[in-house]
């Protein structure tokens, strides 16, 4: 199986008027040994 990141991750969160960004780093090795598991 191969998979593909697309996009850096940030969470954009519009509340009230106010754009807010969350950074995340989801696109990292522990989630693609995650993703390499079978799923049941």
């Known amino acids: 199986n191969k998979y593909?990141?697309?996009g850096n991750g940030d969470l954009l969160v519009?509340?009230?008027?106010?754009?807010?960004?969350?950074s995340t780093n989801w696109?990292?090795?522990?989630?693609?040994?995650?993703?390499s598991k079978p799923q049941i």
């Open 4 to 6: 593909q990141f697309i």
């Open 27 to 35: 696109a990292t090795d522990e989630t693609l040994k995650q993703l």
């Open 14 to 22: 519009y509340d009230q008027g106010h754009l807010e960004i969350i």
